[in-house]
């Protein structure tokens, strides 16, 4: 009974601690000590102690959102033009002709903070910083902005799941101060950095040893995806597990020596895994791996009687207590479910008499159970992924890493044998990067509904060992039953996507797409490889054309990653481009059932810019629905358009140019007479877009106002005569964190 109660109280905690993701909202200080008050009473005056573990995760998590909207008020307070002194907790980045990192801050104009009321940021920099350095710098301060579509990076998410509150930038013309203190740990890197000069694994080496990633190229970014090797180059569980086991097993040398060291390999085991945590820089994901390890250590050395399920609760319950948010991140969840399965997997081979039979079916059995959790999470999986894991975690395992631990050991010694150690280990490497070269292709993108499938496949799994496996299929079969007929239905749909200041919109219909600009591009991606095409493959549907409206960077900088994808019949543009048909007015076409009727410009150029831009409007003749799409087209091209054209009237129509002042006349709208106006911007932008009398003359003219920086990707569904409206953020579904980072209020 005892053992009972211990679970639920565990999963109690844990379940509660998790579901705060979810939480609309967040109560003040009043309620939060009412809480605890009547938790108290529920305990020790009511015996009521089936709800310590909801009454315990309660309390910490208000608690801790507190202090990060205390530590948002306090950088705020005091405007957004500040003088702040900081320290910096990470390694920089190169972004743009910028670098970016996180750092915390200490004073604000000169004025100290209460430790516990120091906010972390994301410091954009002209000049990059190292971690245990600090400085004065004035800077602008923002809300944390992020992007939010059906698939992509959530910044926001991640932003709480580190504790930053919010963003800032050093002014280029400002002056700025910075105090360098000298550790073992940045005079190792720097070591490192002149050992491994000019060579193709000095990202590789910096990323194991430091945790420092930003070296890597997207060429091996992309070759360690595909071979789902990835995790072996983000120092995690794995890395703090193999570096218990090496000091486990020098320690395990000592402990044959007298009684006196019998502890020996644990607390060695233990001293190695959390020196390697600091190596990385103590990043949240390590410290949070280094807490399981400690956690079972302690449970192991204390001779404490609990099964696997027991342990692995109490691993989860321990690491939310020390980090509440952690839940937050996949890497968490992508590192626990990785323990999980080694320790289930353990007991489970524990009858094989070779130890290479348990470790090989180990190895085997991790990755297969490690496949839904990376769909769900990534979208999709690498079908060589076990191969490669199979010979490259004992690789790294029994090589590389102590070799990389050798190396920094000879560097500490004088520099004795060090070029010799970088030689070993730079050979070391040669095999990844050759085997690295096979793995193009590897990577399968999932669909929802296959995503989903996988899931539930691993959620039956794990319910039956808790479970009676009867009810596990029953449940599983009901849940995917509903999932697969539960699909939306429409005839066809328009997703005008949240990629900040530019523009990306996909026309969906017959499970083909048809991109009307592609947003952003920048020197090591686009908005068409983070979002466009993650964002098709997830929908289980297929790249079928492109529109060009104008070449700017923020409407067409990704077209170069669309355009091997797409025949040449299926391209237009209003500027002369090899291998584009004509977008200008007069041109006419059929996608699917949809109409494509072009309205401006006049003829194509050399080069098409805001005036320039393709305006188009698509009709569904059938069902009578109309949507204009304008691209950046300026006051000049509206009135002549407006003036040349009698039929203009539109359902939707897409805001011209971000909804800027030099658009949008009262002209053209009246002549559309749209129900809707949605226009795609990115939230606190430079240009203070949307224009407030934009949007008046939208409103006057009974259009309803919607953009992308705070509705994030919004969905226009055409099903019959009806038209149904969908926002990524709506004012009913905005969870606790959204709404503190980007507004400040809760």
């Known amino acids: 009974m005892t053992l009972l109660f211990n679970n639920w109280v565990l999963i109690s905690f844990s379940l509660t601690a998790i579901s705060s993701i979810y939480w609309p909202f967040i109560p003040g200080w009043e309620p939060l000590l009412a809480a605890i008050g009547t938790g108290v009473i529920c305990v020790v005056i009511l015996g009521c102690r089936s709800v310590?573990?909801?009454?315990?995760?309660?309390?910490?998590?208000?608690?801790?959102?507190?202090?990060?909207?205390?530590?948002?008020?306090?950088?705020?307070?005091?405007?957004?033009?500040?003088?702040?002194?900081?320290?910096?907790?990470?390694?920089?980045?190169?972004?743009?002709?910028?670098?970016?990192?996180?750092?915390?801050?200490?004073?604000?104009?000169?004025?100290?903070?209460?430790?516990?009321?120091?906010?972390?940021?994301?410091?954009?920099?002209?000049?990059?910083?190292?971690?245990?350095?600090?400085?004065?710098?004035?800077?602008?301060?923002?809300?944390?902005?992020?992007?939010?579509?059906?698939?992509?990076?959530?910044?926001?998410?991640?932003?709480?799941?580190?504790?930053?509150?919010?963003?800032?930038?050093?002014?280029?013309?400002?002056?700025?101060?910075?105090?360098?203190?000298?550790?073992?740990?940045?005079?190792?890197?720097?070591e490192v950095l002149h050992i491994a000069q000019g060579s193709d694994k000095q990202g590789l080496i910096l990323a194991l040893l430091f945790g420092e990633r930003s070296r890597l190229t997207p060429d091996q970014w992309q070759q360690l995806r595909n071979s789902g090797l990835s995790h072996l180059v983000a120092i995690s569980g794995l890395h703090i597990g193999i570096a218990f086991g090496l000091g486990f097993l020098i320690g395990s040398v000592f402990s044959r020596l007298s009684p006196l060291w019998l502890w020996a390999p644990w607390l060695l085991g233990a001293a190695v895994a959390i020196g390697y945590a600091w190596l990385a820089g103590f990043t949240l994901p390590t410290q949070r791996a280094v807490i399981m390890c400690i956690t079972n250590v302690v449970l192991l050395m204390t001779s404490v009687r609990v099964g696997t399920l027991g342990r692995l609760n109490i691993t989860l319950a321990v690491v939310l207590l020390v980090y509440p948010f952690a839940a937050y991140s996949s890497s968490l969840w992508l590192s626990f479910f990785a323990v999980s399965a080694v320790i289930y997997l353990a007991s489970w081979t524990q009858h094989y008499a070779h130890t290479w039979q348990k470790l090989f079916l180990i190895q085997i059995g991790v990755t297969l159970f490690m496949v839904p959790v990376t769909g769900y999470f990534f979208h999709g999986v690498s079908v060589t992924s076990v191969l490669f894991n199979l010979v490259f975690i004992p690789w790294f395992s029994y090589v590389i890493v102590p070799l990389g631990f050798l190396l920094l050991l000879a560097l500490v010694c004088g520099g004795w044998g060090a070029n010799y150690v970088w030689q070993c280990l730079d050979w070391a490497f040669a095999p990844?990067?050759?085997?690295?070269?096979?793995?193009?292709?590897?990577?399968?993108?999932?669909?929802?509904?296959?995503?989903?499938?996988?899931?539930?496949?691993?959620?039956?799994?794990?319910?039956?060992?808790?479970?009676?496996?009867?009810?596990?299929?029953?449940?599983?079969?009901?849940?995917?039953?509903?999932?697969?007929?539960?699909?939306?239905?429409?005839?066809?749909?328009?997703?005008?996507?949240?990629?900040?200041?530019?523009?990306?919109?996909?026309?969906?219909?017959?499970?083909?797409?048809?991109?009307?600009?592609?947003?952003?591009?920048?020197?090591?991606?686009?908005?068409?490889?983070?979002?466009?095409?993650?964002?098709?493959?997830?929908?289980?549907?297929?790249?079928?054309?492109?529109?060009?409206?104008?070449?700017?960077?923020d409407h067409a900088g990704g077209r170069y990653d669309i355009e091997p994808i797409i025949s040449h019949r299926h391209q237009w543009a209003s500027q002369r481009l090899s291998g584009y048909r004509p977008c200008i007015r007069g041109e006419s076409w059929w996608w699917e059932s949809l109409s494509f009727e072009v309205l401006w410009p006049p003829k194509q150029v050399q080069r098409a810019y805001?005036?320039?831009?393709?305006?188009?409007?698509?009709?569904?003749?059938?069902?009578?629905?109309?949507?204009?799409?304008?691209?950046?087209?300026?006051?000049?091209?509206?009135?002549?358009?407006?003036?040349?054209?009698?039929?203009?009237?539109?359902?939707?129509?897409?805001?011209?140019?971000?909804?800027?002042?030099?658009?949008?006349?009262?002209?053209?709208?009246?002549?559309?007479?749209?129900?809707?106006?949605?226009?795609?911007?990115?939230?606190?932008?430079?240009?203070?877009?949307?224009?407030?009398?934009?949007?008046?003359?939208?409103?006057?003219?009974?259009?309803?106002?919607?953009?992308?920086?705070?509705?994030?990707?919004?969905?226009?569904?055409?099903?019959?005569?009806?038209?149904?409206?969908?926002?990524?953020?709506?004012n009913d579904n905005q969870p606790w964190y959204r709404q503190m980072l980007r507004n400040g209020v809760e």
């Open 52 to 190: 310590i573990g909801i009454a315990l995760a309660v309390v910490l998590i208000l608690t801790h959102s507190q202090l990060l909207s205390a530590q948002k008020h306090t950088l705020f307070q005091f405007g957004s033009n500040i003088t702040i002194n900081a320290h910096v907790d990470s390694f920089f980045k190169p972004v743009g002709d910028a670098f970016q990192g996180d750092i915390t801050v200490t004073e604000i104009n000169h004025q100290p903070i209460f430790y516990l009321f120091q906010p972390k940021i994301r410091l954009t920099s002209p000049i990059i910083l190292t971690p245990n350095q600090s400085g004065i710098f004035h800077v602008s301060v923002k809300p944390m902005f992020g992007h939010l579509n059906d698939v992509g990076f959530d910044k926001e998410t991640y932003a709480i799941s580190e504790k930053i509150v919010a963003k800032a930038s050093v002014y280029r013309d400002s002056a700025w101060s910075i105090t360098t203190k000298t550790t073992l740990r940045n005079w190792w890197y720097q």
């Open 432 to 553: 990844l990067l050759h085997a690295l070269q096979w793995s193009e292709g590897s990577w399968i993108n999932f669909s929802r509904e296959w995503t989903l499938t996988v899931l539930f496949v691993l959620i039956a799994f794990i319910s039956t060992l808790l479970i009676r496996k009867r009810w596990a299929a029953c449940m599983t079969v009901l849940v995917l039953s509903h999932l697969w007929s539960s699909q939306p239905r429409f005839d066809w749909r328009v997703e005008v996507l949240d990629v900040g200041h530019g523009l990306a919109v996909l026309i969906r219909q017959n499970d083909k797409v048809l991109v009307y600009d592609t947003g952003s591009g920048w020197d090591t991606g686009s908005m068409a490889n983070s979002v466009i095409k993650p964002l098709v493959a997830y929908y289980g549907e297929t790249l079928d054309a492109m529109i060009v409206s104008h070449t700017d960077n």
């Open 610 to 730: 805001n005036q320039h831009s393709c305006v188009i409007m698509v009709r569904d003749i059938y069902h009578r629905h109309s949507i204009l799409l304008t691209g950046d087209v300026n006051a000049v091209g509206e009135w002549l358009l407006a003036r040349g054209q009698d039929n203009l009237n539109a359902e939707v129509m897409l805001v011209p140019h971000h909804g800027s002042g030099t658009s949008s006349t009262a002209q053209l709208i009246d002549k559309v007479s749209p129900t809707w106006a949605i226009a795609s911007l990115a939230k606190g932008n430079l240009w203070h877009l949307p224009s407030s009398a934009v949007v008046k003359r939208y409103t006057q003219h009974g259009a309803h106002w919607l953009d992308t920086g705070d509705s994030g990707q919004i969905s226009v569904i055409f099903h019959g005569n009806d038209t149904r409206i969908e926002r990524k953020r709506s």
